[in-house]
């Protein structure tokens, strides 16, 4: 582990002085710093992953904290002037019309012309406070039965029938949550305030705008995302309000209530697919074995590596991630499983991002396999839904793995108007950064109403609704990543639909694409995949009626 910026400073001054007089030095000059630049992301990587295991270890935290302040503004300067000397040398124009080349440059000469100075340490501020989402919500428990479950396992219980058991445990999660609303407005405001200023310093007039400069968002801009938002309103709301209004039907209810929406309408108990995280990494290598048998060996290789943390546990940071680790090659999946069928779908998304990890690892430079989000969303999206004919792996019962594909299903429409809320709430954030928390409120209350259904009664916890989008992580640590899900939702029910049609050709377009990493632009690996890069009001549409088609054949 890197313990002084002294220890690695000499390795960016080799770099910096040493001379370029071929085109082969110049390849070996960008495979050093591609190495480089490997330890130092794998190394921030390992803290990261240590912390979220255990976010009640101070030691952990105080050491992802010195990467944060003490590494990573020390690294900008020089990885600025590393930039030059490569857009700078003579063999660049000659790289550049290698399409590889030409992507990961073209990144480069963006994170010259937004690097700043003075913004070195307020990326380290905002490095440092952004983690704190994570140990606020990590510490976020309730008492049930006796016992402390954490908010991951008192979601689960949301599923159950008994709806005296679910508002009980609902108002004691809101009470919970409660505790923490103002910390949390206050640090997503103290964000705001910085990510602004980072803006402002680079030329921007907002933070949406140098943000989607920085994300290298060159295939598509923020006109396209507001065809998104709207093309989600008319097509994919009306979907869920009807699946809904089948629902509120056979609960005999006129309205939700907030601890409702997630139970079986036929008074079934929730979907139980595994007990621990070791039968859940085993059906899934078993479900990726039947797939293509190098999905499951990149499972097995991870597990004989202890690259997996999958259980749920008092003090682990929520959500789930798989961080790719490009010096060693074997990325590390965490998660937060509980049983529950979500879980399931957590472990095989996660699954889809590894695998991509695996089959890109052979790339030339790290840049190659640093990917556009709607690049990995793609190929975890996928995973998805390919692996869903083979849940019977987990479902002995036909009646409950017809229902998980149900639930899927379903669940892909339910969540794109969440993604589209979110994506144009964060829009609105950007463009009114000294908005006050009542503001705050009232537009998230706003576009609850224009993606929502109004078929939820949320008297007496109105609170809980203002304040929803602060169980979101990536809008405290990953500003603006969260439209890429929508987008590449799209593009993996493109790669579900061939499956179904010819499962041996999709299943291969689909590592063929996973395969080029970064390497060619966004479109271009879209259509190595066998699908389109479009999120237009009419491909939405066709989209809407194939799972509608789907839905009503289970």
Same mark, same amino acid.
């Given at each position: 582990?890197i313990?002084s910026?002294e220890?690695?400073k000499?390795?960016?001054?080799?770099?910096?002085?040493?001379?370029?007089?071929?085109l082969k030095?110049f390849?070996?000059w960008?495979?050093?710093?591609?190495?480089?630049d490997a330890v130092?992301e794998e190394?921030?990587?390992?803290?990261?992953i240590?912390?979220?295991?255990?976010?009640?270890?101070?030691?952990l935290?105080?050491?992802?904290?010195?990467?944060?302040?003490?590494?990573q503004?020390?690294?900008?300067?020089?990885?600025?002037k590393l930039n030059h000397?490569?857009?700078?040398?003579?063999?660049?124009?000659?790289?550049?019309?290698d399409?590889?080349?030409?992507i990961?440059?073209?990144s480069v000469?963006?994170?010259?012309? /937004?690097?700043?100075?003075?913004?070195?340490?307020?990326?380290?501020e905002?490095?440092?406070?952004?983690?704190?989402?994570?140990?606020?919500?990590?510490?976020?428990?309730?008492?049930h039965?006796?016992?402390?479950?954490?908010?991951?396992?008192a979601?689960s219980?949301?599923?159950?029938t008994?709806?005296?058991?679910r508002k009980?445990?609902?108002?004691k999660?809101a009470?919970r949550r409660?505790?923490?609303v103002?910390?949390?407005?206050?640090?997503?405001s103290?964000?705001?305030?910085?990510?602004?200023e980072v803006a402002?310093n680079?030329?921007?007039?907002?933070?949406?705008d140098y943000k989607f400069q920085?994300?290298n968002?060159?295939d598509?801009?923020?006109?396209?995302c507001?065809?998104?938002?709207?093309?989600i309103?008319t097509?994919?709301v009306p979907?869920v309000?009807?699946?809904?209004?089948?629902?509120?039907?056979?609960?005999?209810?006129e309205?939700?209530?907030?601890?409702?929406?997630?139970?079986?309408?036929e008074?079934?108990a929730p979907l139980?697919?595994?007990?621990?995280?070791?039968?859940?990494?085993?059906g899934t290598i078993?479900?990726f074995?039947?797939i293509?048998p190098?999905?499951?060996e990149?499972l097995?290789t991870?597990?004989?590596m202890?690259?997996l943390?999958l259980?749920?546990?008092?003090?682990?940071a929520?959500?789930?991630?798989?961080y790719?680790?490009?010096?060693?090659?074997?990325?590390?999946?965490?998660?937060?499983?509980?049983?529950?069928?979500?879980?399931?779908v957590?472990?095989?998304h996660?699954?889809?991002?590894?695998v991509?990890?695996?089959?890109?690892?052979?790339?030339?430079?790290?840049?190659?396999?640093?990917?556009p989000?709607?690049?990995?969303?793609l190929?975890?999206?996928?995973?998805?839904?390919?692996?869903?004919?083979?849940?019977?792996e987990?479902?002995a019962?036909?009646?409950?793995f017809?229902?998980a594909k149900?639930?899927?299903?379903?669940?892909?429409l339910?969540?794109?108007?969440w993604?589209?809320?979110?994506?144009?709430f964060?829009?609105?954030?950007?463009?009114?950064p000294?908005h006050s928390h009542?503001?705050?409120s009232h537009?998230? /209350?706003?576009?609850?109403k224009?993606?929502?259904?109004?078929?939820?009664?949320w008297?007496g916890?109105e609170?809980?609704?203002?304040?929803a989008?602060?169980?979101q992580?990536?809008?405290?640590?990953?500003p603006?990543y969260?439209i890429?899900y929508?987008?590449?939702?799209l593009g993996?029910?493109?790669v579900?639909?061939n499956? /179904?049609?010819?499962?041996?050709?999709?299943?291969?377009?689909?590592?063929?694409?996973l395969?080029?990493?970064?390497?060619?632009?966004?479109?271009?690996?879209?259509?190595?995949?066998?699908v389109?890069?479009?999120?237009?009001?009419?491909?939405l549409?066709?989209?809407?009626g194939?799972?509608?088609?789907?839905?009503?054949?289970?």
């Amino acid at each position: 582990m890197i313990n002084s910026w002294e220890k690695i400073k000499p390795y960016f001054e080799d770099l910096l002085s040493r001379e370029l007089n071929d085109l082969k030095g110049f390849k070996q000059w960008l495979a050093d710093r591609s190495e480089l630049d490997a330890v130092l992301e794998e190394d921030a990587a390992w803290r990261y992953i240590k912390m979220t295991i255990d976010t009640r270890d101070k030691a952990l935290s105080e050491a992802y904290t010195f990467f944060v302040t003490k590494i990573q503004p020390e690294l900008a300067p020089y990885e600025d002037k590393l930039n030059h000397k490569m857009v700078k040398c003579v063999f660049f124009s000659e790289l550049n019309n290698d399409p590889a080349y030409q992507i990961y440059f073209r990144s480069v000469k963006t994170a010259i012309d /937004l690097f700043q100075e003075k913004n070195i340490p307020l990326e380290a501020e905002l490095g440092e406070k952004s983690q704190q989402y994570g140990v606020i919500s990590a510490a976020q428990t309730i008492e049930h039965n006796g016992e402390t479950i954490t908010m991951q396992r008192a979601a689960s219980l949301l599923k159950e029938t008994d709806e005296s058991l679910r508002k009980s445990v609902f108002e004691k999660m809101a009470e919970r949550r409660k505790e923490d609303v103002n910390k949390l407005n206050d640090l997503y405001s103290e964000l705001v305030k910085l990510r602004h200023e980072v803006a402002i310093n680079a030329g921007f007039s907002n933070y949406r705008d140098y943000k989607f400069q920085s994300l290298n968002r060159f295939d598509y801009n923020k006109e396209d995302c507001f065809a998104f938002h709207q093309a989600i309103r008319t097509h994919i709301v009306p979907l869920v309000k009807n699946i809904q209004q089948d629902k509120l039907t056979k609960l005999g209810k006129e309205k939700f209530r907030p601890w409702d929406s997630e139970v079986d309408p036929e008074g079934k108990a929730p979907l139980k697919p595994f007990d621990k995280g070791s039968d859940l990494l085993t059906g899934t290598i078993n479900i990726f074995k039947k797939i293509d048998p190098y999905f499951a060996e990149c499972l097995v290789t991870m597990n004989e590596m202890g690259h997996l943390d999958l259980d749920s546990k008092e003090g682990k940071a929520p959500g789930g991630y798989n961080y790719p680790l490009y010096e060693i090659g074997v990325p590390f999946i965490f998660m937060n499983a509980v049983g529950a069928q979500r879980d399931l779908v957590t472990m095989v998304h996660e699954g889809g991002h590894a695998v991509h990890s695996f089959l890109s690892r052979e790339l030339e430079l790290t840049g190659f396999k640093n990917l556009p989000s709607e690049v990995a969303e793609l190929a975890s999206m996928s995973m998805e839904l390919l692996t869903m004919e083979h849940w019977d792996e987990f479902y002995a019962n036909p009646d409950d793995f017809k229902r998980a594909k149900r639930e899927q299903l379903e669940s892909i429409l339910k969540i794109l108007p969440w993604i589209a809320q979110i994506d144009e709430f964060q829009h609105w954030v950007y463009e009114n950064p000294a908005h006050s928390h009542d503001a705050r409120s009232h537009k998230w /209350l706003e576009l609850s109403k224009s993606y929502g259904t109004g078929l939820t009664d949320w008297t007496g916890f109105e609170e809980v609704q203002a304040t929803a989008w602060q169980r979101q992580l990536h809008l405290f640590e990953v500003p603006f990543y969260y439209i890429e899900y929508g987008i590449a939702q799209l593009g993996a029910l493109g790669v579900w639909k061939n499956s /179904l049609l010819e499962s041996k050709a999709a299943i291969e377009n689909y590592k063929d694409a996973l395969r080029m990493g970064y390497t060619r632009s966004i479109p271009e690996i879209y259509k190595k995949a066998g699908v389109q890069f479009d999120f237009s009001d009419a491909y939405l549409s066709e989209l809407a009626g194939f799972v509608q088609k789907n839905l009503v054949s289970l």
